[in-house]
C-alpha cells in the first residue's frame, strides 16, 4: 500500500507541470493575438486620432520675431518722457532689443531683431518698462534685468478690506505710508523690497519670501494695527531670515 502511494504521488508530482506547461502555451498565443491586436489598435489611433507635429522652428513663426507690448497710462507720459533714455539704454545695448513708444496705440513696443542672443531678454525688459510705468524707480527697476529672482506684486486696499470707503480708505492709506513716509522706508528697509503706493494700488518689488513679508505687514496696517506693533513683527522676521542666512 505504502508502494502504490508512493507511486501515486510521484506520478501526480510529475503531471502537474505538464499540465501548467501546456496550458501556458495554450495561453501565450491567445495573448500574442491580443497584444497585436492593441498594439495595431493603439497604432491605428495615434495614426489616424493623434498626429504627431514636429516642432515648429523659430524661423518660421512670424519671422522668428517676439513682440511685446505694455500699455502706458496717462499719467505716466511725462516721467516716460524725461526717462526714456534710460530706458532705453539698456534695452539696446545690454539685451539687444528694440523699442519704440506708438503714439497712437499709447504703447511702448518690444521686439527682438537678428543681434538678440535669447529670447527670455525680451521678458526681462517688457518686466522692466512695466515696473517703471508702475511707479518704480529706473534704478529699482533695472535689478529685474539684472537678478533672476525678483519680481513685481500688485494689489488693491480694497482687496485686503473691502468695506473701506470714504475717509476710513484715506486713514488706511496715511497710515501706510506714516508721517513723512517713514512707515514705508521701514518696511523697504526691513524686507529688502521697494514699495509704490499708487493711491488704492499698492506695488512692490523684491525677492518671492520679502514680498510675503512686506505684504503681511503692509496688510495688518489696512487691518488698523498700531505701526509700533507692525515695527516689532517686522523686527521678529528679520532676526529670524538673518539667522536663517
Not at 518660421?60 to 526717462?83: D, F, M, T
Not at 539704454?89 to 519704440?100: A, D, G, S
Request: with cysteine; charged share 30%; aromatic share 6%.
Amino acid at each position: 500500500m505504502e508502494v502504490s502511494n508512493q507511486t501515486k504521488s510521484s506520478s501526480d508530482f510529475v503531471k502537474v507541470p505538464k499540465r501548467k506547461a501546456a496550458k501556458r502555451k495554450a495561453i501565450q498565443p491567445e495573448n500574442a493575438e491580443k497584444n497585436e491586436s492593441t498594439s495595431m489598435e493603439v497604432s491605428e489611433e495615434t495614426a489616424v486620432d493623434r498626429p504627431a507635429f514636429p516642432p515648429i522652428k523659430r524661423e518660421k513663426l512670424e519671422n522668428g520675431v517676439e513682440i511685446r507690448k505694455i500699455s502706458v497710462p496717462a499719467h505716466r507720459y511725462s516721467p516716460l518722457k524725461e526717462n526714456w533714455m534710460k530706458l532705453f539704454t539698456p534695452i539696446v545695448e545690454h539685451l539687444h532689443l528694440q523699442i519704440r513708444f506708438n503714439l497712437k496705440n499709447r504703447q511702448v513696443e518690444l521686439r527682438t531683431c537678428k543681434d538678440t542672443k535669447e529670447i527670455a531678454n525680451v521678458q526681462k525688459a517688457a518686466d522692466f518698462v512695466k515696473a517703471f510705468i508702475c511707479g518704480f524707480e529706473v534704478e529699482d527697476a533695472l535689478a529685474l534685468i539684472r537678478l533672476d529672482d525678483l519680481f513685481v506684486d500688485s494689489f488693491e486696499i480694497k482687496d485686503v478690506k473691502s468695506s473701506l470707503k470714504g475717509d476710513h480708505l484715506n486713514r488706511a492709506i496715511g497710515r501706510l505710508a506714516g508721517k513723512g513716509g517713514r512707515t514705508k522706508f521701514t518696511i523697504e528697509n526691513v524686507t529688502k523690497t521697494r514699495i509704490v503706493l499708487a493711491d488704492q494700488k499698492i506695488h512692490i518689488l523684491g525677492s518671492y519670501q520679502n514680498i510675503q513679508i512686506a505684504k503681511r505687514a503692509i496688510c495688518n496696517l489696512i487691518l488698523g494695527s498700531p505701526p509700533s506693533k507692525v515695527y516689532g513683527n517686522l523686527r521678529a522676521v528679520a532676526s529670524r531670515s538673518s539667522d536663517r542666512f
